[in-house]
T-cell receptor, first 111, second 113 residues
Framework: NAGVTQTPKFQVLKTGQSMTLQCAQDMNHNSMYWYRQDPGMGLRLIYYSASEGTTDKGEVPNGYNVSRLNKREFSLRLESAAPSQTSVYFC??????????FGPGTRLTVT | GENVEQHPSTLSVQEGDSAVIKCTYSDSASNYFPWYKQELGKRPQLIIDIRSNVGEKKDQRIAVTLNKTAKHFSLHITETQPEDSAVYFCAAKGEDSSYKLIFGSGTRLLVRP
């Protein structure tokens, strides 16, 4: 039981490049989330998926898109990366008691 | 929408002392309040949570209290140990959404040996 996994662990992009962050969970959870974590600002919700086939915007969705590929996988895409998107990105899934389980994170640097 | 404020941003205590971190929330209908611990370079992990029908919950050295009237909740760590050093986040789930948590900005706790 791997829990929540994310790839890649680290990534460096140039301004304007695109990339997709991958997330998968093997706990059969319905809900999945993408957060970004910046120093002094806690965890801010980018997008979430309440269940397979649905996605909704969180607090900071601009510049991102998501895809809920199936129940296990939820990806985050940056179409044209900007330095302001330099951050640590966490994927999470949620069980029926509301507890969220986080992945190990992706550290993204945009130069 | 829900807004969560967390204080202090940093807290330094002597090993064995108690630590208290406080959060306030804006949505009076919020009904679930978890606390997450994040060690350096690691992922956040749930350490304790409380629901709106309970005023206090304890788990060994940690406890959470909730004051619905004042719309604030607190994390209490007693007999602190160096391994308690981490960043702690509070969060709140609004009544209008079963899916979203709004997180506070975090408290960096340092326990001095």
């Amino acid at each position: 039981n791997a829990g929540v996994t994310q790839t890649p662990k680290f990534q460096v992009l140039k301004t304007g490049q695109s990339m997709t962050l991958q997330c998968a969970q093997d706990m059969n959870h319905n809900s999945m989330y993408w957060y970004r974590q910046d120093p002094g600002m806690g965890l801010r919700l980018i997008y979430y998926s309440a269940s397979e086939g649905t996605t909704d915007k969180g607090e900071v969705p601009n510049g991102y898109n998501v895809s809920r590929l199936n129940k296990r996988e939820f990806s985050l895409r940056l179409e044209s990366a900007a330095p302001s998107q330099t951050s640590v990105y966490f994927c999470a899934s949620r069980d029926t008691t509301y507890e969220q389980y986080f992945g190990p994170g992706t550290r993204l640097t945009v130069t | 929408g829900e807004n969560v404020e967390q204080h202090p941003s940093t807290l330094s205590v002597q090993e064995g002392d108690s630590a208290v971190i406080k959060c306030t929330y804006s949505d009076s209908a919020s009904n679930y309040f978890p606390w997450y611990k994040q060690e350096l370079g690691k992922r956040p992990q749930l350490i304790i949570d409380i629901r709106s029908n309970v005023g206090e919950k304890k788990d060994q050295r940690i406890a959470v209290t909730l004051n619905k009237t004042a719309k604030h909740f607190s994390l209490h760590i007693t007999e602190t140990q160096p391994e308690d050093s981490a960043v702690y986040f509070c969060a709140a789930k609004g009544e209008d959404s079963s899916y979203k948590l709004i997180f506070g900005s975090g408290t960096r706790l340092l326990v001095r040996p």
